[in-house]
Each structure stands twice: as structure tokens, then as C-alpha cells.
């Protein structure tokens, strides 16, 4: 009877022994399946940037009065800020192509107005001291390592720039060129991401001086490197 029940005994620690053991592999085997199991095909994301540009101008025509000395302009603006929403369409699991459209506000730079003003006269002083932009942006992404909590990525495309300020005396020309990406999501339990990406944008465009046009013939132009670099955080949603 003793034998039996030490037996009986091994017997039931063993069976315990099992499931626990089965039970553990089942939990990991559903961690390692479910807990990024995420791969919807949509992807929401909603952005606030930091941004750097400089804005150096050339290509001034020479002041046509011999009153006047032509001085150095200077950057156009300075650094901005902005805000952008995007969908990316993910067509597999490491190709994507991402839409967006955002809201830029760069500074700009009082003392290159005052510089246009000296060379050339008039009054450019703008009331409001923002250049604004509206970029529709769309890129062909590659996501490196497209499964885990951690999922960088690289991209290039191409967009279109909606220019303006509320200035009355001067014009920035829209603009649009290629783009260059590089970011990395952040994966919770369920669809949920944090976005952190950097975004290259190339954009030369010109600048119209209207308000000499009364002491020139023609309106005061120049040239305008903008090249703003976005550095972005948000949160997404993939469905």
C-alpha cells in the first residue's frame, strides 16, 4: 500500500510537473505570436515637428540707383515648428507607401528684410514675422525589421509645397522636390505606436519683393534655399 501511494504520489507531481510546463510553453508560444500581432494594413500617424531651415537667398539683381549699395542679405528665416497627419498603405510586411499633409510655420529673419530695404528701398518689414507652409508628401517606405516592438524604416519620394505669408510686400513662390526618410515605431501590447521620424526636404524657391516696385521698374527678386529638415515625434494606429 505504501508503494502504491509513493507511486501514485510521483505519478500526480509528474502530471503537474507537465501541465505547468505545457502551460508555460502555451503562454510563451502566445506572447511571441499575439503580443505584436498587429499587422493591419493601414496605418494612421499624427506628428509635431521641430524645424530647421535656413533660407540663404541669392541671385539679387543690382540696385539701379547710384544712390545705393548692394549689402548682404542674409537667411531669409530661421528655424519653425509644425504639425502633420499621415496614412501609410503597407502592400507587405517590409514595403509601404505613406501620404501626408502637414502645417509648417518658419520664423522670419527681420534683420534680411532690413538688409533688402537698405539695398534697394522701400519698406519690407513684414507685420507678421511667419513664412507658412502646406507640403503634400508621398513616399515609398522600406521597413527593416517590419515585426516586434521596434520597426525602423527608410523612405524617399517626393511632395508639393503650398507657400504663403500675410505679408502685403512680398510673395514666396510655391515649391515642390524630393524627400528623404528615416524613422522608427515603437509597438505597445495592441495597434498603438510612438513615431519618431526625420524628414530631408529639398525646396528652392524665390522670393518677390513688391513693395520697391515704386522706386524700381521692376519688382526685386531672389533666389531661396529653404531645404527644411523635419524632426518629428507622434503617436499612430494601425488597423
Not at 187 to 205: E, P
Not at 215 to 237: A, C, E, H, M, W
Amino acid at each position: 500500500m505504501k508503494k502504491f501511494t509513493k507511486n501514485f504520489i510521483i505519478f500526480l507531481l509528474t502530471c503537474f510537473i507537465n501541465v505547468v510546463a505545457f502551460a508555460d510553453d502555451s503562454i510563451n508560444s502566445d506572447y511571441d505570436a499575439d503580443y505584436y500581432e498587429n499587422e493591419g494594413n493601414l496605418v494612421f500617424k499624427f506628428r509635431a515637428s521641430g524645424i530647421i531651415a535656413k533660407g540663404k537667398q541669392s541671385g539679387f539683381s543690382l540696385p539701379n540707383s547710384p544712390n545705393k549699395t548692394t549689402v548682404p542679405v542674409g537667411n531669409f528665416v530661421s528655424n519653425g515648428y509644425g504639425f502633420d497627419a499621415s496614412t501609410s498603405i503597407f502592400f507587405s510586411s517590409h514595403v509601404a507607401a505613406e501620404i501626408s499633409v502637414g502645417f509648417n510655420a518658419l520664423r522670419l529673419k527681420k534683420s534680411s528684410l532690413n538688409n533688402v530695404s537698405n539695398s534697394y528701398g522701400g519698406n519690407v518689414v513684414s507685420p507678421k514675422k511667419e513664412l507658412y507652409l502646406i507640403p503634400v508628401t508621398v513616399t515609398g517606405q522600406y521597413h527593416i525589421a517590419p515585426f516586434g516592438g521596434i520597426r525602423p524604416y527608410v523612405g524617399a519620394g517626393y511632395y508639393g509645397e503650398y507657400t504663403f505669408t500675410r505679408s502685403k510686400n512680398f510673395t514666396v513662390k510655391n515649391g515642390w522636390g524630393p524627400v528623404l526618410q528615416a524613422g522608427v515605431d515603437f509597438y505597445a501590447k495592441d495597434s498603438t505606436l510612438i513615431n519618431f521620424d526625420i524628414r530631408q526636404y529639398f525646396l528652392k524657391t524665390s522670393v518677390n519683393y513688391r513693395n520697391v516696385q515704386q522706386t524700381y521698374k521692376d519688382n526685386v527678386q531672389s533666389k531661396v534655399r529653404l531645404n527644411p529638415l523635419l524632426i518629428s515625434i507622434g503617436i499612430g494606429f494601425r488597423f
